[in-house]
């Protein structure tokens, strides 16, 4: 049997839902900078990070044998964070359920993310050079809806908007993406 470090994160998955502890730890290893960087970008409150990376392990952890896989088209890091964001709407619902109001959105910083690299890198082409012309607001309303895979009421929480704005902002946001690409 192949140690962990040799093992892609779909494979170390398969082995923490049999219990492999080494598996679950190398999998946190590889995956918990860059989740933890991707959740500080849609909030600035450490703690609640801090609770969100914890809660979604323990759920990674648990839930490990439900993972479908390349299966059904899916990728151990996107099951990952969806688990994630998730927990991160969770948790902005638990906050406004005690009527604190919700932290601000980390700011977004002058230099492209590593994030928004890789995406333009993904995407590339057109559809990469539309998407980068897009404002701000508007591409982080698509990236939580279309690449993230939330729902309007999921990305109007994880990004502080109401429902409306965030429909309002999707829609121009593919209006503009369709004019661009015609």
């Known amino acids: 049997m192949a140690p962990?470090?040799?093992?892609?994160?779909?494979?170390?998955?398969?082995?923490?839902?049999?219990?492999?502890r080494a598996a679950f730890e190398e999998l946190y290893?590889?995956?918990?900078?860059?989740?933890?960087?991707?959740l500080?970008?849609?909030?600035?409150d450490e703690q609640m990070v801090a609770e969100?990376?914890?809660?979604?392990?323990?759920?990674v952890w648990r839930a490990a044998g439900s993972f479908a896989g390349s299966v059904e088209g899916g990728s151990a890091v996107g099951w990952l964070w969806t688990?994630?964001?998730?927990?991160?709407v969770d948790a902005f619902r638990?906050?406004?359920?005690?009527?604190?109001?919700?932290?601000?959105?980390?700011?977004h910083p002058v230099a492209p993310a590593a994030e928004e690299e890789a995406l333009r890198a993904t995407v590339g082409g057109d559809v990469g050079d539309a998407l980068g012309r897009?404002?701000?607001?508007?591409?982080?309303?698509?990236?939580?809806?279309?690449?993230?895979g939330l729902s309007v009421?999921?990305?109007?929480?994880?990004?502080?908007?109401?429902?409306?704005?965030?429909?309002?902002r999707a829609r121009r946001a593919r209006i503009l993406m369709r004019e661009a690409l015609a």
């Open 83 to 88: 688990i994630a964001a998730r927990r991160l």
């Open 153 to 168: 009421r999921e990305t109007a929480v994880v990004l502080g908007l109401p429902e409306g704005t965030v429909k309002t």
């Open 29 to 38: 290893r590889r995956t918990s900078p860059w989740l933890a960087v991707r």
């Open 94 to 107: 638990r906050r406004a359920h005690h009527a604190e109001p919700p932290l601000a959105a980390a700011p």
């Open 4 to 20: 962990p470090q040799e093992l892609d994160e779909e494979q170390l998955l398969r082995r923490v839902a049999r219990g492999d």
């Open 52 to 59: 969100v990376m914890q809660e979604t392990y323990l759920a």
């Open 134 to 148: 897009l404002a701000p607001e508007l591409r982080d309303v698509l990236r939580a809806m279309v690449l993230d």
């Open 40 to 44: 500080r970008r849609r909030c600035a």
